[in-house]
């Protein structure tokens, strides 16, 4: 079936630097979102994306925090400056429609030491 | 903001033994329901769903049963085998704003052999 791609698979970092996170969404789909998972449990919502724009963000999306989608191409997570609770896995998903369940990639696990 | 809460948070059966995972929802304004299988390491994998406009939905071992007026799911796998070791998770997105999807806590499930 249609995959979500998401590189890198994981991503070690020094507190303070920069990341992007990168997502190859399923090419027709039109929603993209981000979400955390902290220690293999609860999937928080970070923020949804349509049409260019950021639709909804929660209070987990620090100002330190963007999301983009320059001219189709990969969704991306920067997260800048990184601080130590950044650590988690980031899972991309996208949807077609917007009441269309989600697809999911593989997830980047993401380490700041 | 709407809240998911999944029963129980884990759950340990003999392979052939039947399950039952209760989701409960806050927001009435919820409508469509997608439920998610996630494998140690791997990404959630769609299993099954349902929307406010159902009652009862059935897919193999899967059944989905939602009372609207309780604002309450439950999702029953009979026959388990070691392959549906995994955390499941229970989603509920709103029909109004920015059609986030909310997830449960997920629940734990170990098919014992």
């Known amino acids: 079936g249609p995959k979500v791609l998401q590189i890198p698979s994981h991503q070690i970092i020094d507190m303070g630097q920069m990341v992007t996170l990168n997502c190859d969404p399923v090419?027709?789909?039109?929603?993209f979102y981000w979400y955390k998972q902290i220690l293999g449990q609860q999937m928080e919502f970070l923020v949804n994306?349509?049409?260019?724009?950021?639709?909804?963000k929660s209070k987990l999306f620090k100002d330190q925090f963007s999301v983009e989608r320059p001219d189709g191409s990969y969704f991306t997570l920067k997260i800048q400056p990184t601080a130590l609770e950044d650590s988690a896995v980031y899972f991309c998903a996208s949807s077609p429609r917007s009441n269309e369940r989600l697809f999911f990639g593989h997830g980047t696990k993401l380490s700041v030491l | 903001g709407e809240q998911v809460e999944q029963l129980p948070s884990s759950l340990i059966v003999q392979e052939g033994a039947s399950v039952l995972i209760n989701c409960s929802y806050t927001?009435?304004?919820?409508?469509?329901f997608p439920w998610y299988k996630q494998e140690p390491g791997k990404r959630l994998q769609f299993i099954i769903d349902?929307?406010?406009?159902?009652e009862r939905k059935q897919t193999q071992r899967l059944t989905l049963l939602f009372d609207k007026k309780t604002k309450h799911l439950s999702l029953h796998i009979t026959a388990t085998q070691p392959g549906d070791s995994a955390i499941y998770f229970c989603?509920?997105?709103?029909?109004?704003?920015?059609?986030?999807?909310?997830f449960g806590a997920g629940t734990r499930l170990k098919v014992i052999a």
């Open positions: 989603s509920a997105r709103l029909n109004t704003g920015n059609y986030k999807y909310v």
């Open positions: 927001d009435s304004a919820s409508v469509y």
């Open positions: 090419s027709n789909h039109l929603y």
């Open positions: 994306f349509y049409n260019g724009k950021v639709m909804e």
């Open positions: 349902i929307r406010s406009n159902m």
